[in-house]
Every structure is written in structure tokens, then in C-alpha cells.
């Protein structure tokens, strides 16, 4: 257990280390083009996804989002108090992850972010992004499960773009970024209202797809 926990804190912060750091790099480089920055960070944290779920896939299942855990949890496939330790793990991380991305780039280490992200289009965008992401995952642990690092990563590549949110997905990584000023930041007013559409496309995609995926019983 104590390994499992280790690997969801470091692979967390390893992600938000991603995610902000290379925010961080696109804005300083794209000359003020949202556009360049947003790639930027999209493509580092799609292939950033892929890799960190084959490193610590094996240890701890490569959660690194309480709606991940929430989602194994009501399948029954964990207990509860394995899962208030994961969540525990990857809020410590993901906090710890910022602060990386901030030191490496000579930025302030302690920021609040000032970047409002509002309206109700963004909590729907939450809804869906979370949604597809539970989706991807249970459908392609059921069928293919060799293929979910690489179908993570390029769903939630994909997300980045389709959804209004840029597809945070993940209450940990929004909590976190909420602790950041900059490309990838998130002013804290606006957590609640991505946490609740988190919330939601998790609980909407654990139905569904227990539904969908449900073995017939032969006559």
C-alpha cells in the first residue's frame, strides 16, 4: 500500500509539473498567441499522460484524479479507505507539482491564480470532458487494456480543443492549478463549479458505461 500511495503522489505532481510547467513555456514563447500556447500545452500534456500511466500503471493503476478513484470506488473495485488515501496522495502531489513548475522557471512559489474561468458553459464542458475521460477508461480497460495509456492521452489531447474548459477533468489538477498565476491557472472562484461538472460526468459515465459494457447472460 505505502508503494501504491508513493506512486500516485509522485505521478501527480509529475503531471501537474507537466501541465503548469509547460503552460509556463508556451506562454513565455508563443509571443502572447493563445493559440501556440495552448498547443504547447496540450501536446506536453497528452504525451506527459502516456508515459506517466505506463510508469506507475502496474504499481497503483495510474489514477492521479479523484474522479478516477470515485469512479473505481462506486464499480466496487476499491474500498473507501484505499480511496480517501489516493485522493489524499494525488492533492498532495498535484500542490507539490506546482510548486516544481514554479521553481524551475524562477517564478514566486506560493501564487493564487487570477484567471477566471465562469459560466455555466464551462461546468457543462467539465460534464462532458470527465465524462469521455471515464469513458475511455473503462471501455479501454474492458477490451484493450494495453491501449488506455495511449487512449488517455490522446482524449484528453483531443479535449484540450473540443471542450470550452480546455478539459481540466480532474478535481485535483483543478484544485492545484487554482494555486498557480499563470498560462495554466484557474482563479479559485471558479473550482467549485468545475469540481461540481467533474463530478457529475463521473457519476453519468460510471452508469452509463457499467450499463454499456455489461456482460449478457446467455439464454
Known amino acids: ?14 503531471l ?9 513555456m508556451g506562454e513565455r ?6 493559440a501556440i500556447a495552448l498547443l504547447g500545452n496540450t501536446v506536453a500534456t ?12 502496474p504499481i497503483s493503476g495510474a489514477h492521479f484524479n479523484p474522479a478516477v478513484t470515485l469512479a473505481v470506488r462506486l464499480r466496487r473495485e476499491t474500498t473507501t479507505q484505499i480511496a480517501i488515501l489516493y485522493v489524499a496522495a494525488q492533492l498532495a502531489g498535484a500542490t507539490l507539482g506546482v510548486w516544481i513548475a514554479h521553481a524551475m522557471f524562477a517564478e514566486p ?3 493564487v491564480s487570477t484567471r477566471a474561468r465562469e459560466g455555466l458553459g ?16 473503462l471501455s479501454t480497460q474492458r477490451h484493450r487494456p494495453e491501449f488506455t495509456p495511449v487512449a488517455v492521452g490522446l482524449y484528453i489531447t483531443a479535449a484540450y480543443w473540443f471542450t470550452a474548459s ?3 477533468a480532474n478535481p485535483a489538477v483543478t484544485i492545484a492549478r487554482a494555486l498557480s498565476d499563470s498560462f495554466a491557472g484557474i482563479a479559485p472562484h471558479s473550482v467549485p463549479l468545475f469540481i461540481v461538472g467533474q463530478l ?3 457519476a453519468a459515465a460510471v452508469a452509463v458505461f457499467t450499463w454499456l459494457l455489461r456482460e449478457e447472460r446467455p439464454l
Open 200 to 202: 457529475a460526468g463521473t
Open 166 to 168: 480546455t478539459s481540466f
Open 16 to 24: 501537474l509539473a507537466i501541465v503548469v510547467g509547460s503552460g509556463i
Open 46 to 57: 497528452g504525451a506527459g499522460l502516456v508515459v506517466l500511466i505506463h510508469m506507475f500503471g
Open 109 to 111: 512559489i506560493l501564487q
Open 1 to 14: 500500500m505505502s508503494r501504491r500511495i508513493a506512486a500516485e503522489f509522485i505521478g501527480t505532481a509529475m
Open 29 to 34: 514563447l508563443s509571443a502572447g498567441n493563445d
Open 122 to 137: 464551462q461546468g457543462l464542458a467539465e460534464t462532458v470532458a470527465t465524462f469521455g475521460l471515464i469513458g475511455t477508461i
